[in-house]
């Protein structure tokens, strides 16, 4: 079966087409990067407005690079939560309108699944069962994956995300938008330990996560005039290396608990160089593995929508052809996938 994906939660307008027996067929990706940097993050209207400009043209994009046309599309996968609720909308309608016109089914997805199923597009895959450290941008959770469909959560963060706290500390520390992307590489520049910063709960004994101390301490650094010229590098260094010590200490830690060797690192900080040289030693001398998606497949995409869709068909749950109605939650706990998704 060829699946169509759809990815329009916030920032990024990603389409796909994913054929069950050939694997990924295509994918194009446009990000509002530009577009938002002047207003320092998402501007939610914008956003929603540039996603109904990009769908036509990306899906004519994928289909020429697939050779198929929409006719040989029978199922269409797409973001349904969680996210920004007028950009879902926009997915959701373009989704359940083409479903409807070609009367093929609709699959909606939860977004943190198709990160979390993401690193299965890659050549090596790991086996069921593995431990996954959920690092995007709102979200840092670690989960027990036991099947497609099957997942336990392990712990989470209590405040903010890794991935807020890199945004929020590129504030403090003057830089541009995406703060995460731009925070690693000022951190490149510097040299950890010159600054001393907290890596709250590395020693709580549970898998929970908190980083709003840890950014008011940059917060309370950069009050103190650390945050100007090489003490600002320093200041990146130190707070990227606490961040990564955290992640990588409560990963390892999640494993050895479940009895499992296989870690999958999925979300746009999975993209991290510092992180996954962390990982990977870590697991190395545990003499386990780390899995991650490809580079490009990091933050938001279509593919792992659509790859997640197929999944689901191949699991055998039953879609429904397209009728129009848009099946969103904004706000949606990964934890309650097992649950039926709710119409609006």
Avoid at 137 to 159: C, F, K, P, W
């Amino acid at each position: 079966m060829l699946v169509l994906g759809i990815e329009s939660s916030c920032d990024e307008t990603g389409l796909a087409l994913y054929d069950t027996d050939r694997g990924l067929l295509a994918h194009a990706l446009h990000s509002q990067v530009a577009m938002h940097e002047d207003y320092g993050g998402v501007v939610p209207e914008l956003a929603s407005r540039d996603h109904i400009r990009r769908l036509i043209p990306l899906l004519e994009a994928v289909l020429t690079e697939a050779t198929c046309t929409r006719k040989d599309i029978d199922a269409i996968a797409y973001t349904a939560g969680p996210g920004l609720a007028g950009a879902l909308l926009v997915g959701a309608s373009f989704a359940e309108g083409l479903a409807g016109a070609l009367g093929v089914l609709t699959l909606p997805i939860h977004h943190l699944e198709g990160h979390l199923l993401s690193p299965l597009l890659a050549a090596e895959r790991p086996k069921f069962p593995f431990i996954a450290l959920l690092v995007s941008g709102g979200h840092t959770q670690l989960m027990r994956v036991n099947a497609i469909g099957d997942y336990e959560l392990l712990g989470e963060s209590l405040d903010d995300a890794a991935g807020e706290a890199f945004d929020k500390t590129a504030k403090l520390l003057g830089l541009g938008y995406p703060g995460g992307p731009a925070l690693a590489r000022l951190a490149e520049q510097g040299q950890a330990g010159r600054i001393t910063l907290p890596r709250p709960m590395l020693h709580s004994g549970d898998l929970s996560f908190s980083f709003s101390g840890l950014k008011t301490a940059v917060l309370t650094a950069v009050r103190n005039g650390l945050g100007a010229g090489t003490q600002a590098a320093d200041l990146a260094a130190e707070f990227q290396e606490a961040v990564t010590d955290v992640l990588a200490a409560k990963a390892l830690a999640a494993c050895k608990a479940n009895g499992m060797r296989q870690l999958v690192v999925a979300g746009g900080v999975g993209a991290n160089r510092r992180l996954r040289e962390k990982l990977d030693a870590a697991f190395s001398h545990f003499r386990g593995r780390v899995f991650y998606p490809e580079l490009a497949l990091c933050t938001d995409n279509g593919a792992m929508i659509a790859f997640c869709g197929a999944q689901r068909l191949l699991a055998g749950d039953a879609p429904v052809v397209g009728t129009g109605t848009f099946a969103i939650r904004p706000r949606w706990p990964l934890a309650d996938l097992a649950r039926p998704v709710l119409t609006a």
